[in-house]
């Protein structure tokens, strides 16, 4: 899922790649693009749409958290074993080992196609780390979207949230469940829920995200980047008022 297109990784939602011609001009552009917003509020989902449609690279730090995660435990460095039992409690990575794996990823940040980044920065301290990198390689950030949405809403969406163990599809029990239940619909991988999506964790993530993440939005109004928009609705509807403030800026 990270730093790559895939086909059709929001559980089929993501449809036939957008031909760029048939965009109005202000949106057939590289943007750069950072997605900011709570546990759960439905960034990987619009990530994925964003990416797929309009050819960006998609870089989600979890989803890298993740794929190193699966390594066997010999081919873990001490860093990234330490990281898992971060993410297992919910709580954040050190800055130091975010940016290590961030900067891994130079190459799709300085990609012509533009890039968003997907869980990234969530603190001050990686916030100022990629202004220098973004100002060092002259690349202006275009927009920082934040996804706004009630608590309820997010307990919802995490506590009912399954993964393909192989392709990573995103689904939801409730609102968008597999045709048969435990199997992909995609390639027929093995449902799961995340070590992380349980009611303990999903508190720690949303304490997480108010005392660290949330000063961002003030960070990043200063710079008059931040973009709000409202994440409740379906996919297609958040993924159209996400269209609509970027062209809004554009
Ligand atoms: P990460 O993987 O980034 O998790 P997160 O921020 O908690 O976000 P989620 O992936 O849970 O939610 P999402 O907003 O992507 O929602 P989704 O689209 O899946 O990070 C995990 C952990 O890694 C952190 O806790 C931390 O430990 C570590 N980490 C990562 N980056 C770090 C950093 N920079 N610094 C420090 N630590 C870091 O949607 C959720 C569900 O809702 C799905 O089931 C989906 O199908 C459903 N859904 C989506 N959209 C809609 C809709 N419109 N209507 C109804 N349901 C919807």
Request: net charge neutral; aromatic share 6%.
């Amino acid at each position: 899922m990270s730093t790559q297109n895939k086909t059709n990784d929001a559980g089929g939602l993501a449809g036939a790649p957008a031909d760029n011609s048939t965009l109005p001009k202000e949106l057939r552009r590289a943007w750069r693009l950072v997605l900011l917003g709570a546990p759960g509020v439905g960034k990987g989902t619009q990530g994925e749409l964003l990416s797929h449609r309009h050819g960006m690279c998609h870089i989600s730090t979890g989803d890298l958290f993740r794929a190193a995660g699966s390594r066997a435990a010999g081919e873990k460095t001490p860093a990234m074993a330490e990281a898992m039992n971060y993410m297992h409690r919910g709580e954040l990575v050190p800055d130091a080992t975010v940016w290590a794996l961030v900067r891994e990823q130079s190459n799709s940040i300085r990609s012509r196609d533009g890039f968003l980044l997907d869980g990234f920065p969530r603190t001050l301290a990686q916030a100022e780390l990629l202004k220098g990198f973004m100002e060092d390689e002259k690349l202006p950030l275009s927009a920082v979207v934040d996804y706004e949405m009630p608590h309820s809403e997010i307990i919802y969406r995490l506590s009912g949230r399954r993964i393909c163990a192989k392709c990573k599809a995103v689904f939801h029990v409730t609102w968008r469940p597999s045709k048969v239940e435990g199997v992909c619909d995609e390639c027929g991988g093995r449902l799961y829920r995340r070590d992380d999506d349980n009611p303990e964790s999903i508190a720690i993530r949303l304490e997480a995200y108010q005392r660290s993440t949330s000063p961002l939005i003030e960070f990043y109004k200063k710079q008059g980047v931040l973009t709000p928009v409202d994440a409740v609705g379906s996919a297609e509807e958040v993924y159209a008022r996400t269209i609509a403030a970027l062209q809004a800026r554009a």
